[in-house]
C-alpha cells in the first residue's frame, strides 16, 4: 500500500496551533504588565503626592517615566535583537522588567522611582519590538492580524486591573501605594519562567543562513510538510539608518507619526485620568472609573473584530477623523452638559481603544525580516517619546493654558494622524509577511 505525503504548505498558511497560541500567550503576558505599570502610576502618585510633597514637574515626570524607557528599550534592545536572535531579548527584557517591579517597594526619592521605572520600561521596550516581531513571523496571514491586534486587548486588560486594585488599595493604607507598584513583579516572574525554551524566530534563523535549525523547528513545531522557501537569503548588518534609505524611509515615517498621534492623547489623558474627570466637572468615582474601564476593554474587543472585517487602512483613517471630532467637541460643551460629555468622552474612549488594536499590526508586518525588529523598534521607541513628553507636559499644560486649550492641541493631534494616515497608510489585510512587507505605500 502506498502511502500518500501530505501536500507541501508554506509556514504562512498553517493553521492555527497550539504553539501559535502558547507563543501569543507568552507576548500579550509583556502587554498585560505594560498595561499594569502605566496603570497603576496614578493611584499611586495620588497617595505620594502628599507624602512626598511632589511638585507639577515631578508628577508629569513620574508618570512619563515608564514611557521615557519604553523609547530607549523598544530603540537599542529591538536592534540588537536583529543580530543575536529575538528569543534572548525574549527572555532578557523579563528579567529586567520582574527585578525593577520588585525593586519599586524599597524607594525613598522621587528620583528612586523615576529611575527604576526607566530601567522597568527599557525591559518593556525590548519586549515590544521583539513580541511584535516574534508572533508576526510564526502566525498565519490568515489569523496574523487578530494575534497581532490583541496585543491592545490585553494591554487593556493589564490598565484596567490596575485601576481596580488601585481603587482597593488606596482606601486601605497610606503606603498601598509600594504594594501596588510591586504587585507587577509576580506575574512578570512567572512569564519569565515560562519564556525560557521558547524556540528562536525561523525567519531570522533563515536570514542568518542557518537553514538546518530553521527547519528542525519548522518540523518541530509546525509539521513536516511545512516549508518556508521565501526567506532564503542570508542576511547581512543591517545599519540603523536602512530605516531611512529610500526604500524604507517612507514606511519608518509613516508607522512612527501614525503611532505618536495615536498614544500621545491616550497615554497623556489616561495616565491622569481622574485629575482630568474632576477638572472636566465630571463626577470622579468608582462608578465612573468602571464605565470608562468597561468602554476600554469593549473598544480592545470590538477593534480586533474591526481590524479582521473592514480594511486597515480604511479603518485607522476614520478613526482619527472620529477621535478628532469627540475630543474637538469636547473642548467647547460647557461643564453643566455633564450628561453629554460623559457620552462624548465614553465615544472617545470606545474608538481610541478599538483603533489601538492597529499599533500591533502596521509596524510588524511594513517591514522585511532582516529589520523587522528594528523597524517595530523605532516606531515604538518613537511613540514612547512622544508620549513621555505629552504626559510629562499634561499637567502643566493644563495648569498653564487651561483645560480647553490642552484638548485643543490634543484635538490637532490627531487630525494631523488622520493626514498622515490618508498620504500614507497602506493596506496590508490578507498579504503574507513577504508581501505585506515589500508593498508600495500609496
Not at 499611586?44 to 515626570?61: C, I, R, V, Y
Not at 525560557?196 to 509546525?222: C, D, H, Q, V
Request: glycine content about 8%.
Amino acid at each position: 500500500m502506498q502511502i500518500v505525503k501530505p501536500p507541501k504548505i508554506q509556514m504562512d498558511d498553517v493553521p492555527l496551533n497550539r504553539f501559535h497560541i502558547k507563543i501569543a500567550g507568552l507576548t500579550f503576558g509583556a502587554h498585560f504588565i505594560d498595561g499594569y505599570v502605566l496603570g497603576q502610576i496614578g493611584f499611586a502618585l495620588t497617595q505620594m503626592t502628599p507624602q512626598m510633597g511632589l511638585s507639577s514637574f515631578w508628577q508629569g515626570m513620574l508618570g512619563s517615566s515608564a514611557l521615557i524607557g519604553l523609547f530607549l528599550g523598544s530603540l537599542f534592545l529591538g536592534h540588537i535583537s536583529d543580530f543575536i536572535g529575538r528569543q534572548k531579548i525574549f527572555c532578557f527584557s523579563f528579567i529586567i522588567i520582574t527585578i525593577g517591579t520588585f525593586s519599586q517597594f524599597f524607594i525613598e526619592t522621587p528620583l528612586e522611582l523615576f529611575l527604576l521605572r526607566i530601567f522597568i520600561g527599557i525591559g518593556l521596550g525590548g519586549d515590544y519590538s521583539v513580541g511584535h516581531t516574534m508572533l508576526a513571523e510564526i502566525s498565519p496571514r490568515k489569523h496574523r492580524g487578530i494575534l497581532l491586534g490583541s496585543f491592545s486587548v490585553i494591554w487593556t486588560f493589564g490598565y484596567v486591573a490596575a485601576n481596580f486594585l488601585g481603587h482597593y488599595l488606596t482606601y486601605i493604607d497610606p503606603n498601598a501605594w509600594r504594594w501596588l507598584l510591586m504587585s507587577a513583579s509576580l506575574p512578570a516572574f512567572i512569564i519569565l519562567l515560562l519564556r525560557i525554551g521558547t524556540p528562536e524566530s525561523p525567519r531570522w534563523l533563515m536570514k542568518k543562513g542557518r537553514y538546518e535549525e530553521a527547519n528542525t523547528i519548522i518540523k518541530k513545531y509546525f509539521g513536516t510538510n511545512v516549508i518556508l522557501n521565501d526567506e532564503y537569503s542570508e542576511i547581512k548588518a543591517i545599519s540603523f539608518f536602512a530605516l531611512f534609505s529610500p526604500q524604507y524611509r517612507q514606511r519608518t515615517l509613516f508607522n512612527s507619526l501614525f503611532f505618536i498621534c495615536l498614544v500621545i492623547p491616550y497615554f497623556a489623558i489616561y495616565t491622569f485620568l481622574p485629575s482630568i474627570l474632576n477638572i472636566m466637572g465630571l463626577n470622579q468615582s468608582f462608578s465612573t472609573d468602571l464605565l470608562l474601564n468597561f468602554i476600554l476593554i469593549i473598544g480592545a474587543l470590538l477593534g480586533i473584530v474591526l481590524t479582521q472585517t473592514f480594511s486597515r487602512r480604511g479603518f485607522l483613517i476614520y478613526s482619527f477623523i472620529f477621535l478628532a471630532i469627540c475630543l474637538g467637541l469636547l473642548s467647547f460643551i460647557p461643564e453643566q452638559q455633564t450628561l453629554v460629555m460623559l457620552m462624548l468622552f465614553a465615544a472617545f474612549t470606545l474608538v481610541l481603544s478599538a483603533v489601538s488594536n492597529l499599533v500591533g499590526v502596521f509596524p510588524a508586518e511594513s517591514f522585511p525580516t532582516k529589520m523587522r525588529a528594528l523597524g517595530v523598534g523605532f516606531a515604538t521607541s518613537m511613540s514612547r517619546l512622544g508620549s513621555a513628553i505629552g504626559t510629562g507636559l499634561l499637567p502643566i499644560a493644563i495648569l498653564s493654558f487651561g483645560m480647553q486649550s490642552t484638548m485643543l492641541i490634543l484635538t490637532g493631534i490627531l487630525a494631523s494622524g488622520a493626514i498622515i494616515s490618508i498620504l500614507w497608510a497602506p493596506e496590508t489585510k490578507d498579504l503574507s509577511l513577504v508581501e505585506a512587507s515589500d508593498i508600495s505605500v500609496p
